[in-house]
């Protein structure tokens, strides 16, 4: 078995941005810490303020339902304040 990488990127679709995405924190926190300036509100994924879609790549819940409708969360929606990377992903920012 490989070893797991210590990192990840995240990308934005738009402005090709990008950034170090650490497995143990969430997406949000590795955006403003690369400079990335995305919406937040919450930070718990209830208020949806940070709702993006993933273009490329995957992440996973540290809870069971993380404030997205099932259609969503098939679409590809996520929440960056509550999703964590576990390959590189690829993010489109809302529209604000």
């Known amino acids: 078995m490989p070893p797991s990488a210590p990192f990840f ?6 402005g090709a941005q990008q950034c170090d995405a650490w497995p ?3 997406l949000l926190v590795s955006l403003e810490q690369g400079g990335i300036a995305w ?3 919450c930070r718990s994924g209830t208020c949806r303020a ?3 879609q993933l ?3 995957r992440v ?4 069971d339902w993380p404030g997205l409708s099932p259609e969503e969360h098939a ?4 929440l960056p304040c509550v999703a964590y990377p576990v390959s590189d992903v690829v993010l489109d920012m809302p529209s604000i």
């Open 75 to 78: 679409g590809g929606c996520v």
């Open 50 to 52: 940070c709702i993006g």
């Open 9 to 14: 990127t995240a990308r934005t679709a738009q």
């Open 24 to 26: 143990e924190q969430p």
């Open 39 to 41: 919406p937040s509100s």
């Open 55 to 57: 273009s490329a790549g």
């Open 60 to 63: 996973r819940y540290a809870m």
